[in-house]
């Protein structure tokens, strides 16, 4: 059963740039054709689709983030990570990880602050 | 994109009552590649349905999913009191994905 798992600094300065990862266990990110997906949700928010990566390699992002924001994969270590550049209290929000639509991590709150 | 608009925003209802919640998509949803998930205060999304009407593992059939093209309909046969949380439905058809704003089923 494919279970996944976010990692990665809770707090963050305004202007760095927000890097968090996603350690897949019980599946593989390259042997499976998933969608590796991640979500954020804002305080008392709802939930905000933030982009994908898709069989090694292939991205889609949302629009509103595309000019900062990447997604990669490290096959060695069956891990995908999200990097959003130039941060403001904007991005404070708990950021999930997921295998589209149904596997998701359990989140992880990520604050903006100095 | 695909504007997803959740309607009522707010659900109150007795325990045993029955929930229709509504998800109407501003352009059709091929492939019926829609989802709805059931979020409670301090907890991960829980996926419900997948594919507008395929319901996830381990999820009660009390719970079921219907529609296609842009309107869809999620419904909750009688109310459990775990029940009481906040609804979203989801494409996952076109880029961008998009979620609906959400309905809150409260305890009325």
């Known amino acids: 059963q494919v279970q996944l798992q976010e990692s990665g600094p809770g707090l963050v300065k305004p202007s760095q740039t927000l890097s968090l990862t996603c350690t897949v266990s019980?599946?593989?990110?390259?042997?499976?054709?998933?969608?590796w997906t991640w979500i954020r949700q804002h305080p008392g928010r709802g939930l905000e689709w933030i982009g994908y990566?898709?069989?090694?390699?292939?991205?889609s992002y949302n629009p509103s983030l595309k000019s900062r924001v990447s997604i990669s994969v490290d096959t060695s270590k069956n891990q995908f990570s999200l990097h959003l550049t130039s941060v403001t209290a904007a991005d404070t929000a708990v950021y999930y990880c997921a295998r589209e639509p149904v596997v998701w991590g359990q989140g992880t709150l990520v604050t903006v602050s100095s | 994109e695909i504007v997803l608009t959740q309607s009522p925003g707010t659900l109150s209802l007795s325990p045993g009552e029955r929930a229709t919640l509504s998800c109407r998509a501003s352009q059709s949803v091929s492939r019926s590649f829609l989802a709805w998930y059931q979020q409670k205060p301090g907890q991960a999304p829980r996926l419900l349905i997948f594919?507008?009407?395929s319901r996830a593992t381990g999820i009660p059939d009390r719970f079921s999913g219907s529609g296609s093209g842009t309107d869809f309909t999620l419904t909750i046969s009688r109310l459990e009191p775990e029940d009481f949380a906040v609804y979203y439905c989801h494409q996952y058809d076109n880029s961008p994905r998009t979620f609906g704003q959400g309905t809150k089923v409260e305890i009325k």
């Open positions: 594919g507008a009407s």
């Open positions: 019980g599946g593989s990110l390259i042997s499976d054709n998933y969608y």
């Open positions: 990566i898709f069989n090694g390699g292939y991205t």
